[in-house]
């Protein structure tokens, strides 16, 4: 069974960092993408950044340029999310997922296996 483990969220004051972690086990499958959506109160969850298995292919969603850097460590299993000058609008339940066929889409549609999230609150 394919466990995705999300850690680090918590709160930061604006203009703070944080680095979120995810680390998968219990799966079988090759090579994978994988990737970090957001849900804030009231709101649909939205992609945030997603990272393909060499680590040479990123995409991060418009709002989070510059501020936000995916990575991964496929020996550990783990991506990152590292978070700079964070905003009260980055505020959200954070979520880790897993694409098998490798992609970096921007839907949750083609992610396989999610986390049970992590609380990011940037206070003002």
């Known amino acids: 069974q394919v466990q995705l483990v999300e850690s680090g969220g918590g709160l ?4 703070g960092s944080l680095r979120l972690s995810c680390a ?6 090759g090579t994978y993408a994988m ?15 997603a990272i393909n298995w060499t680590g040479r292919r990123t995409y991060n969603e418009d709002s989070v ?15 990152y999310l590292q ?4 905003k009260p609008e980055d505020t959200a ?9 490798d992609q970096l889409g921007t ?3 083609w992610y396989d296996y999610w986390g049970q999230g992590t ?3 940037v206070s003002s």
């Open 12 to 15: 930061v004051q604006a203009g």
């Open 24 to 29: 998968a086990s219990g799966h079988t499958f």
């Open 35 to 49: 990737a970090w959506f957001r849900q804030a109160p009231g709101k649909e969850r939205e992609f945030v950044a």
């Open 65 to 79: 340029k510059g501020r936000f850097t995916i990575s991964r460590d496929n020996a550990k299993n783990t991506v």
């Open 83 to 86: 978070m700079n000058s964070l």
């Open 93 to 101: 339940v954070y979520y880790c997922t897993i694409d098998t066929r």
């Open 107 to 109: 839907s949750e549609s």
């Open 119 to 121: 609380q990011v609150t």
